[in-house]
């Protein structure tokens, strides 16, 4: 009897050891798995459309940089678990960035303890630096300021996140702080153009561009490496030949010499837009005029809102020819799975011709069927009129064989409203305008080829097969697991 308690003595003691061994070993584990989760993400992507992971177009727009870039995270990585799982997805790729090209390191810092690296920053920024900001900093110095929030895409309707599109933020600013010379767009000035457009200027920064200006009134060089000359709003006119005989500057032939080069030039125009000759028979020769002191109405197909509902046309996208310019512009609104509204406030009707020179030209936009165009309180136009027109000419350069074909391209937009601070969000489809403006225009740095990931169907993309296996496989490997360690102590009972 004796012997027996002995015995059962020594086998509780056994098991109990072993449950003790056990239970150790999965406390390190999970001590381990925690420690290694707050230094880098675990996650998988089993998204059909890879909305966690780095695509090869972003690759292959990275990896040639060789400079070394620095992603700050202005919060330490744990309390970042607490912001939400948006800011989660932004981290997780940002990390996987930091996997997949050498030269890129993520770091985060406390910008509440560490105040002197902030005060760098914020001297240097035009937007305040938040615990939530994220900040790509190349080794010269120069650095992006960027927002959880500009990584995704908002649903016009209802204001949800519907789409993400941290590929294109992120690699755009790591483009920008490459050190690598900069495309620009250079706003003119000199005829009472309006460039306080601050979030369509934004918008540009975004796309890979630096914002200038230009005021050619006075003779002052067009920037280097200037793409797109944009002249917003203007109410005077540019000087021609006529200014240059009596001395002054010839802007017409700065304006003819920049597109020689082939570059670019946005114009924009409005019912108020004064009559401006020199401008008009530069435009001309691309096929591009406006009706003056005309203002299209539309008061069965506007837009609803507070200010002048009649006024804001939910502009018609033009998908007749798909081979021109003019549908490039808008190729990216129109494939979307959920086309956004397009509004162009307070509008003229556009002119459009044959060209003079050589270029094609094609509409982008009309307005609705059941619009009207009155001047001076006159009926003159009803139907569909263009409200943005694009002229284009291309050519081949470099020699046989290895040749690349370039573009020059000049649009006119019937409505200087479009790049407005209020229309250029997330709730309408003007900010993607300019986006897939600064695409066609920008030289090869910027992105073209990256586009937001909708979050619609992410399950997991794997067919049946793999999903009965997955399915057996987390079933039955705890039990057998359990079952193995059972043996094994009945084993270790029975022969002791």
Known sequence: MRKQMKKTVKYGSLSLAFVAVVLVAIVLLNLIISLVEQKTSLNIDLTDTGVYSVSAAAK????????????????????????????????????????????????????????????????????????????????????????????????????????????????????????EEQPVVAFTTGHTEDISVNQLMVTLVESGFSVQVVDLTKDEEIPENTKILFINNPKYDFQGYSAEQDGGVNEIDKLAAFMNDF??????????????????????????????????????????????????????????????????????????????????????????????????????????????????????DSDAMPLMAVASKQKYIGEAGAQALIYSTVVLIGSTDLGADNYVTGQYGNKEVFYSLARIMGSERVPNGLEFKRFYDQGLTIDQSTAETLTIVLC?????????????????????
Request: charged share 20%.
């Open 476 to 496: 039955a490997v705890g039990p057998l697991f359990v079952a193995i360690i059972g043996f094994i102590v009945f084993l270790k009972r029975r022969h002791l």
């Open 263 to 380: 570059n670019h030039i946005i114009v924009t125009v409005n019912p108020d837009t004064p009559e401006l000759p020199e401008l008009s028979e530069f435009l001309s020769e691309w096929g591009l005029g406006w009706q003056t002191n005309t203002q299209i109405i539309d008061t069965k197909g506007a837009a609803t809102g507070a200010d002048s509902a009649a006024t804001r046309l939910i502009a018609q996208y033009v998908t007749d020819d798909t081979n021109t310019a003019a549908y490039q512009v808008i190729k990216s609104l129109v494939t979307m799975a959920s086309t956004p509204r397009t509004i162009f406030n307070n509008s003229v009707p556009l002119i459009v011709t044959e060209p003079t020179n050589g270029s094609t030209v094609a509409t982008s936009f009309t307005s609705a069927a059941t619009a009207i165009a009155y001047k001076d309180d006159e009926e003159v």
């Open 60 to 179: 292959a727009f990275i990896e040639d940089i060789d400079t070394p870039i620095t992603i700050y995270f202005c919060k330490e990585r744990d309390k970042l678990d607490a912001d939400g799982d948006a800011v989660l997805m932004v981290r997780n790729l940002i990390e996987e960035f930091g996997k997949e090209f050498d030269n890129i390191t993520v770091k985060y810092i406390d910008i509440i303890k560490d105040k002197e690296q902030a005060d760098k920053w914020q001297k240097e920024s035009t937007t305040s630096i938040q615990t939530y900001s994220i900040i790509v900093e190349g080794a010269n110095g120069q650095f992006r300021h960027l927002y959880p929030a500009g990584f995704f895409v908002t649903a016009e309707s209802t204001g949800d996140l519907y789409g993400f599109k941290g590929e294109v933020t992120l690699t755009n600013a790591i483009i920008q702080v490459s050190g």
